[in-house]
Every structure is written in structure tokens, then in C-alpha cells.
T-cell receptor, first 117, second 110 residues
Framework: NAGVMQNPRHLVRRRGQEARLRCSPM?????VYWYRQLPEEGLKFMVY????????ESGMPKERFSAEFPKEGPSILRIQQVVRGDSAAYFC???????????????FGDGTRLSIL | GEDVEQSLFLSVREGDSSVINCTYT??????LYWYKQEPGAGLQLLTY?????DMKQDQRLTVLLNKKDKHLSLRIADTQTGDSAIYFC??????????FGPGTRLSVLP
């Protein structure tokens, strides 16, 4: 029973390039959350998606960042024209039901560590 | 505000008990969670407690909740070197996203 799968584990990009981070939720989970963790800091919520819908993107920068969770395939977090400040670990979590059911714990992937040269 | 607060560092000797504390601000929080993050890994769900409970025990882990003071603690009995990690407290409220604390870095000394 595979957990949340994220790839790649490590991603190196030069300034100005695009970064695409993928997340496959646990089997049976249709709610996905993306978080960013800067070194020595906690997790900051970015975006919450259900299949084909963005439910809450209040934590995601308005420019350069976008997220999707298509009907088929993994959720994608896309960062265009990356800058040094985008260097961080990006974690994906999934849950069976959404935030209306607060008894649903979120299960995390191992993250993608993004480094910008 | 919606901050969840934790002390950032804790050191204990192997075999001793560790107590990691967390305070939250929203009395409508329904579930409170403890996650463990080892170096280079994601967050592993350790345990969680419903807000109408005072205590929950699971093997070496004991969670205590003081709802009046909005204070949550995680006690690890007989702490081992493998318990060295960052421990995150998180709260959830219906219709809202999880709010995580900054994490407590636990160091277990031999």
C-alpha cells in the first residue's frame, strides 16, 4: 500500500528555469496539499486541491507558482522563472476526505528538495 | 491569530523521558496532531487526539491535552537515539487547513 509519492527527490535548476514537482497521493485519497519548508523552519501551507479543482490557494504566491490536480495523473506544482529564494523542500500531503472532516489526518510524501543555482 | 507555538530545541539523555510542548490559539480546533520528521524525510504521523479528550497513550507515546490552556504535550518514554528528529504539532479545524507549529528539534544524547 504505497504512501504519498513525490518526485523527483532532488531537483536542481538555474535561475530563470522552470521547476515541476509531482505528487501522487495515497490510494483512495482525492485531496492533495502542498507545503513549503525553508531550512530550519516549519511548514507553510501553499495550496489545497481536490481532483480538477483548486480549493484554497491562499498560501501560494500569485506570480510564477501554479498547481493542478488533473482527473488522471499526479498533482503538479509548477514554478516558473525560478529565483534563489525558491530553494526549499516542497512537501505534498494527501487525505481521504477534505478539510470539512477534520478527523482526516494528512499523510506526507518525502518531499522534493529544490535547489536554485 | 492562528499561531501554533513550540519551543525549538530539546535535549535529553538516552533512557530519560522527553516532553515536547505545544500551544495553540483556536479553541474551535477539533483534532491536534503530532508528526515526526527525520533528516531528509517527510512528516510521519505519530498520533492525534480529539479535542474532547484529555489524554491518549500509544506504547511509549503519551499525549496530554489541556483545552482550557490550549496546551498540548507529547511525552516519549525511555527516549532512544532513534527518536532524534523534529516534532511538529498541528491543529485542524473544520473547513480550514492544518496549521503547523515551527517544530521542536529533539536531540538524544548517549
Amino acid at each position: 500500500n504505497a504512501g504519498v509519492m513525490q518526485n523527483p527527490r532532488h531537483l536542481v535548476r538555474r535561475r530563470g528555469q522552470e521547476a515541476r514537482l509531482r505528487c501522487s497521493p495515497m490510494k483512495g485519497h482525492s485531496h492533495v496539499y502542498w507545503y513549503r519548508q525553508l531550512p530550519e523552519e516549519g511548514l507553510k501551507f501553499m495550496v489545497y486541491l481536490q481532483k480538477e479543482n483548486i480549493i484554497d490557494e491562499s498560501g501560494m504566491p500569485k506570480e510564477r507558482f501554479s498547481a493542478e490536480f488533473p482527473k488522471e495523473g499526479p498533482s503538479i506544482l509548477r514554478i516558473q522563472q525560478v529565483v534563489r529564494g525558491d530553494s526549499a523542500a516542497y512537501f505534498c500531503a494527501s487525505s481521504r476526505t477534505g478539510t470539512d472532516d477534520s478527523n482526516q489526518p494528512q499523510h506526507f510524501g518525502d518531499g522534493t528538495r529544490l535547489s536554485i543555482l | 491569530g492562528e499561531d501554533v507555538e513550540q519551543s525549538l530545541f530539546l535535549s535529553v539523555r538516552e533512557g530519560d523521558s522527553s516532553v515536547i510542548n505545544c500551544t495553540y490559539t483556536d479553541s474551535s480546533s477539533t483534532y491536534l496532531y503530532w508528526y515526526k520528521q527525520e533528516p531528509g524525510a517527510g512528516l510521519q504521523l505519530l498520533t492525534y487526539i480529539f479535542s474532547n479528550m484529555d489524554m491518549k497513550q500509544d506504547q511509549r507515546l503519551t499525549v496530554l491535552l489541556n483545552k482550557k490552556d490550549k496546551h498540548l504535550s507529547l511525552r516519549i518514554a525511555d527516549t532512544q537515539t532513534g527518536d532524534s528528529a523534529i516534532y511538529f504539532c498541528a491543529e485542524s479545524r473544520p473547513g480550514q487547513n492544518f496549521v503547523f507549529g515551527p517544530g521542536t528539534r529533539l536531540s538524544v544524547l548517549p
